[in-house]
């Protein structure tokens, strides 16, 4: 068994071992149907391609994101209004807070925002856990902003990312450019790129990769095996 890579694309297997693939072919019967080496037609790659990209582009919005406490900022507000209070059931008051919150997601026209709520509901006991801490960062004991935290159980947390240096000092301003600042942070966002597809793509390109060796160890498709000497 030798590989050829003079010609990757046309073949990876010597010449000897092309002729024991098609007298194997030659001599055995796949269903009684003769193996007649053609290639995969073109529009079925160009299919099986758009099916990939489609199915990139359509969940790449939502792929391993991470809800941030800074959605959750309208909750906060509506839970202590008198309207929930009035309402008798943990169940009621969530119901409600979860409808008006979209619906003033909604009235500002942030899709985004919209898709993070119907992608994140809460309970109302999770609104409960993790409302003290939403109150800490919004009371300004915290130097980075709500939308750097991310909710994790019953609890917020700084995202683990690390971005862009804030421009939290006048230092950053001074002569010279920027320049770095004793209260200098970097953000803890989740960069647009990361949404947890970026493993997929691994996975993806090491299966066309596994594939395309699969194929190329195959004799080539002009090669075709010798139905006459089969029968």
């Known amino acids: 068994m030798g590989f050829k890579m003079d010609q990757p694309l046309y073949s990876l297997s010597d010449e000897q071992e092309q002729d024991e693939i098609l007298k194997m072919w030659e001599s055995e019967k796949h269903g009684g149907l003769w193996e007649g080496n053609n290639r995969l037609p073109m529009p079925m790659v160009i299919l099986m391609a758009l099916i990939i990209l489609t199915a990139f582009m359509i969940t790449m919005p939502i ?14 507000k509506l839970m202590e209004s008198p309207e929930v209070q009035r309402l008798a059931t943990p169940e009621e008051k969530m119901k409600y807070v979860a409808d008006t919150a979209m619906q003033m997601a909604k009235s500002k ?20 856990n993790i ?15 709500i939308d750097n935290y991310t909710v994790l159980g019953d609890r ?8 862009n240096f804030v421009k939290s000092s006048p230092a950053f301003n001074g002569p010279g450019g920027m320049k770095s600042g004793a209260d200098d942070y970097r953000e803890r966002k989740q960069p647009w790129w990361d949404r ?14 596994v594939v395309a060796f699969i194929v190329k160890r195959l004799p080539h498709f002009s090669r075709k095996p010798n139905m006459a000497k089969a029968k």
């Open 63 to 76: 792929w391993g994101q991470r809800p941030t406490a800074a959605i959750y900022q309208d909750h906060i």
């Open 109 to 128: 026209g942030d899709s985004r925002l919209v898709g993070d709520l119907e992608r994140h509901p809460l309970t109302w006991d999770d609104l409960l």
């Open 131 to 145: 409302a003290p801490g939403i109150k800490e960062v919004q009371s300004g004991k915290s130097k980075y902003a």
């Open 156 to 163: 917020i947390v700084l995202a683990n990312f690390e971005g």
């Open 196 to 209: 947890g597809y970026s493993i997929d793509v691994f996975y993806v390109s090491y299966f066309c990769l």
